[in-house]
């Protein structure tokens, strides 16, 4: 499998650079690095940033002993022309397996990685995913609530999102084609008329994007970390 890690944001709504910050020791990027290092199935690591933090993150992948990087990568102006720029990097074969992560993710684990790996084998594309358990309502644009949403057989979607090389380019050059935009890989397939099977991660894996998800995923790595 390859791995293709989009880090080409600009942080806004977290005030700071969150992909740097501190968490349990390392930078934020660093763990979800790692993860993909440390997981038997990934062949090469694409990392896809912003183009003059480069030389940046490339010392900070062979700091952090990441040996399985195989460039990094400038990203392009939206998430999913940051993605198109990792794929051509990655010169996947077309039977080859990518898996897209974002990495301000910082908890996934190995073991996700390579279950959600095998239920992408079988069905030819799946992404991590939990079940939404929270009440949700719509609400007008001034927020006040003007329907409920029923929960059921909803979920939250998370990375890494894997398929076929095959079907992530030909979705990926539809979206090009037509000039849509998309925030995540599933949605790009799913606009080809393709089913993509869910993963059900039992592990916490939020995004960092506010300033109190970082104390947070402290206080799950530090967890792991001492069981």
């Known amino acids: 499998m390859i791995a293709i890690l989009v880090a080409a944001g600009s942080s806004r709504r977290m005030g700071f650079d969150k992909l740097t ?17 440390c997981a038997p199935s990934v062949r090469r690591i694409l990392l896809v940033t912003q183009e003059e933090r480069v030389e940046e993150f490339t010392a900070l992948a062979r700091e952090h002993g990441i040996s399985k ?60 995913a939990a079940p939404v358990v929270d009440t949700l309502k719509r609400a007008t644009p001034d927020r006040f609530v003007s329907e409920s949403v029923e929960r059921e057989n909803l979920w939250a979607m998370q990375t890494p999102q894997i398929f076929l090389s095959r079907l992530l380019e ?17 949605s790009a397939v799913q606009r080809l008329g393709l089913s993509v099977a869910l993963y059900q ?5 939020l995004k960092i994007t506010l300033p109190g998800d970082l104390p947070l995923a402290r206080l799950v790595l530090t967890a792991r970390l001492t069981s």
């Open 21 to 37: 910050a501190d968490l349990a020791g390392k930078p934020v990027i660093a763990w979800s690095l790692l993860a993909f290092e």
């Open 69 to 128: 990087l195989a460039g990094v990568v400038p990203g392009g102006g939206e998430r999913h022309l940051s993605v198109w720029n990792g794929m051509q990097a990655a010169e996947a074969a077309p039977d080859d397996i990518v898996a897209v992560h974002d990495a301000a993710r910082p908890l996934i684990s190995p073991a996700a990685i390579e279950g959600c790996l095998a239920l992408a084998r079988e069905h030819g594309g799946a992404a991590c």
């Open 170 to 186: 030909e979705a990926y050059r539809s979206l090009l084609r037509t000039n849509a935009i998309v925030t995540d890989e599933v």
């Open 201 to 205: 991660n039992r592990e916490p894996n």
